[in-house]
């Protein structure tokens, strides 16, 4: 295994971790294109497992598009195509012909931007991504409800309710909800796409908190536009600007003394 | 400022502008036009329930059930203004037969009944006698005798006209050419004319003119007498014809006595009297000049007072179509309207996904958008057309139910096609990306969180598209509406497919027979309204059936 490049300073100058880590996902001179439009420049980059990875950057920096190439939800808009460069998950090109997109995204859950729950009872979310697997037996979906339910923190709120329709929850339970839809499917990997731009305080809180517990098992990338939240919550931070990675480091590091002028004017709120 | 102003002005106060005319003008304008939409409708729903009313609440008790659950029949009108009385044909015959029967038992309860049925038997028995097999040969000869003149003396003068033609031309004001084409028409006419009035021969009829046909079609002189020749000699060996078919005749009238006695009833007297009387009218053909007609005569007076007690005078004034009620046409419009349905929406939904979900943008997507956007602009008759020569004739299926349900289904397939795809669409993308995100196949996407939440909108408007369809009379006439069948469909099948291949009658096809193909009159006016009232109600049931169908989905799946 090569040196990681320079986007990967956690390895000369961690502070926590001593030992080298096999990474969970690996970019490498990723270029992506929506048509002629190239939105991703030569993007190199390596998340960890079991790290909360923070993308921060102003409007139409390539930050979600990365995130959505993670699990391969790009292939939906038409004319996206990879320019050169790869994106490795256990050291498998996502982009391999021999790559099972299905098969992939359970691996890789998504949690969206908006919360969107599908007009069913909460039970029928939660137990989706099992019943399209051809899971049958109503003990296993019934734990499996259960758990996913109690690791996203909502169980003790909906138990009552588990038939219920979805959309009688509040906003902030919504997005729990569709976190544990996505833990039932029992992702590695979970891609979260602004979780909380569409919630109150309290709510994000919540969900912070939920986030910060899911650490423990999944590799978490979370894209926002608050900066505040990506300082709370995740262990790296990476800043795109005009689809380039300017600078990826410890959110501490980030926030506090950044190595490059334009993040530093970002931070402190000179622009974006 | 330098005057004393009249009023107090403050900087609020109206002006008349050209924006503030326009305004209420534009409002007026607007309001008009609504109100004026309203009263239409109102007019026409109004116009079409007060008149279908009366038919449907006429007669005895609060609804007419006779117009709802009995087959089109012919009005019987008996007497006028205030006493007149209105039966449907099966009503009227019912009626007959009660009076029949009342004045039957009447005459059986008379003193000379007994005399008179004894003398009725003597009669028949002695005509019976008479008709041996020598007096019908010789009875046939004198026929033929006399038919053989007359014809002989026919082909003579068209002999002599062809043979004269210069001299008789001119009298007639007709060129040389145009005789012989005339002799050969002539001629074929007069065949079929034979063959009418004497049914008995068609058959022999119809052989000598197939074999003599190319003679007369290239006719000349000599042509003509061979002809000639041959038709003597055909009537010649006719009357072996004759004989057997009389024979056959004579039969069925022993039977009908004999059954007359044993039953017992007006009925079988009824059938009797009427075969005697059918005989009889042959049978003078043929004796027309024989003197030995005493047994005869006696026969038909010994029946007379039978017959009169038969005959029940019921006189009334008659109108096809405008009796009975329109019970086939309901279950046939339901057939065709479900059928249709089931076929467009499976049709249309799989084609709205393929365009919504698999279709990617391109030429060949944009031409069959195009051509469904046509589709909806094609007349309702091209569609009769299309089916007509697509289902009927060339996939030979006739008038059938499948034939009326695949028409009716591509004619409202664009409607369907669009108002799913519509559906389709407004689905959030939300859904499609989180089931694909927790590791869905496209298929399974668009299954389980696509098409469930889309499937309100797609029944309500390919319901209501299929229910203005069935209103439609263009595109059945051909393919596959009925203007009177006595079956209902599930009736008389042989085999189930048989279900499938039947023409069926329908409410539209029926407004349209009753109001433009029959006399017109008071009596129609009423069926044609009460049609249209009870398919306002089925329409508007359909209508209201798919919104209660769409909140109900709705409220199931709501977000």
Redesign the interface.
């Known amino acids: 295994m090569q040196e990681a490049p320079t986007a990967n300073p956690e390895n000369s100058s961690s502070e926590n971790t001593e030992e080298y880590r096999e990474p969970a996902i690996r970019i490498k001179e990723l270029d992506f294109l929506y048509g002629n439009n190239q939105v991703i420049h030569n993007v190199t980059l390596d998340i960890f497992p079991k790290e909360i990875m923070a993308f921060i950057g102003p409007s139409g920096c390539g930050k979600s598009t990365l995130l959505r190439c993670l699990?391969r939800?790009n292939d939906?808009v038409?004319g996206a195509r990879i320019g050169k460069g790869s994106i490795e998950i256990h050291g498998v090109d996502l982009h391999d012909k021999s790559v099972d997109v299905?098969?992939l995204?359970?691996k890789v859950?998504?949690v969206?931007q908006?919360s969107?729950p599908?007009?069913?009872s909460i039970y029928q979310n939660v137990a989706?991504?099992l019943?399209?697997?051809g899971v049958k037996s109503k003990r296993v979906v019934d734990q499996k409800v259960e758990e996913s339910l109690r690791k996203a923190a909502l169980w003790e709120e909906v138990k009552d309710r588990l038939n219920e329709?979805a959309?009688g929850l509040s906003g902030g339970q919504q997005q729990r909800l569709?976190i544990a839809?996505?833990l039932a499917?029992e992702p590695e990997i979970i891609l979260m796409d602004e979780p909380c731009s569409a919630l109150d305080p309290v709510a994000t809180g919540r969900v912070e908190e939920l986030i910060l517990e899911l650490k423990n098992e999944y590799t978490i990338v979370v894209v926002t536009h608050n900066m505040q939240q990506a300082g709370r919550i995740s262990d790296r931070t990476a800043f795109f600007y005009l689809g380039k990675l300017i600078e990826c480091d410890l959110t501490k590091k980030i926030f506090l003394n950044p190595s490059k002028q334009q993040t530093e004017d970002y931070i402190s709120g000179k622009f974006g | 400022m330098m005057s004393a102003q009249k009023e107090p002005k403050h900087p609020f106060t109206p002006r008349l502008s050209r924006e503030r005319i326009q305004e209420t003008f534009v409002f007026g304008l607007l309001r008009g036009m609504t109100f004026f939409v309203l009263f239409c409708a109102a007019f026409l729903f109004w116009d079409i329930l007060s008149k279908g009313a009366g038919k449907i609440f006429e007669g005895e008790g609060l609804i007419n059930w006779e117009f709802l659950t009995e087959h089109p029949q012919t009005l019987h009108v008996i007497g006028e203004g205030e006493d007149e009385i209105k039966l449907s044909s099966s009503n009227y015959y019912r009626l007959k037969d009660e009076k029949m029967y009342e004045k039957w038992n009447t005459f059986k309860g008379t003193s000379d009944y007994k005399n008179k049925r004894n003398q009725l038997f003597e009669a028949s028995k002695a005509i019976q006698d008479e008709w041996t097999d020598q007096a019908l040969v010789l009875a046939d000869a004198r026929f033929i005798e006399r038919e053989q003149g007359k014809l002989s003396d026919k082909f003579s003068f068209w002999t002599e006209l062809v043979t004269n033609f210069e001299s008789t031309a001119s009298d007639f004001e007709i060129k040389r050419e145009e005789v012989l084409p005339m002799v050969s028409q002539f001629m074929l006419g007069h065949f079929e004319k034979e063959r009418g009035r004497l049914q008995l021969l068609s058959d022999q009829l119809m052989l000598f003119r197939a074999q003599q046909y190319p003679k007369i079609e290239n006719l000349t002189k000599e042509n003509l007498k061979q002809i000639q020749l041959a038709y003597n000699q055909f009537l010649a060996q006719a009357p072996q014809t004759y004989n057997l078919a009389m024979r056959e005749f004579g039969e069925e009238a022993t039977i009908t006595f004999n059954d007359f006695y044993s039953k017992e009833g007006p009925k079988e007297f009824g059938r009797f009297a009427e075969a005697l009387v059918a005989y009889s009218s042959v049978r003078q053909t043929f004796l027309e000049e024989d003197q030995n007609m005493s047994n005869w005569d006696d026969l038909q007076q010994c029946l007379s007072p039978f017959k009169e007690a038969m005959t029940v005078a019921l006189p009334s004034r008659d109108f096809a179509y405008s009796g009975g009620g329109i019970f086939p046409a309901i279950v046939g419009t339901l057939l065709l309207v479900v059928g249709a349905m089931a076929i467009s929406i499976v049709l249309g939904v799989f084609c709205a996904i393929f365009l919504a979900e698999y279709g990617?943008?391109g030429k060949f997507i944009s031409m069959v958008r195009l051509a469904i956007l046509n589709l909806a602009g094609v007349p309702s008759i091209i569609f009769g057309l299309f089916g007509f020569g697509l289902f009927v004739i060339f996939l030979d299926w006739n008038v059938s139910l499948l034939a009326g349900w695949f028409t009716l289904a591509f004619m409202v397939l664009p409607i369907v096609i669009t108002a799913s795809e519509e559906a389709l669409r407004s689905i959030?993308q939300?859904?499609?990306?989180?089931?694909?995100?927790?590791?869905?196949?496209k298929w399974?996407m668009i299954k389980?969180?696509v098409l469930p939440?889309a499937m309100p909108g797609i029944l309500t408007s390919s319901i209501l598209g299929v229910a203005r369809a069935a209103g439609e009379t263009a595109p059945i006439m051909f393919t596959a509406a009925y203007a009177k069948r006595s079956e209902l469909p599930w009736e008389g099948l042989e085999h189930w497919t048989d279900f499938f291949f039947q023409g069926v009658m329908a409410l539209p096809y029926h407004i349209y027979v009753v109001s433009a193909k029959i006399p017109q009159n008071e009596y129609t006016a009423d069926m044609q309204y009460g049609t249209a009232f009870i398919f306002l109600l089925l329409v508007v049931g359909i209508a209201s059936l798919s919104i209660m169908l769409r909140n109900r989905l709705r409220k199931?799946?709501?977000?």
């Open positions: 699990n939800m939906l038409e299905i098969e995204r359970k859950g998504m969206f908006k969107n599908f007009p069913k989706y991504g019943q399209i697997q329709n959309y569709c839809r996505t499917v | 990617k943008s959030p939300g859904f499609r990306e989180s089931s694909l995100a927790l590791g869905a196949t399974t389980t969180s939440f199931k799946y709501r977000w």
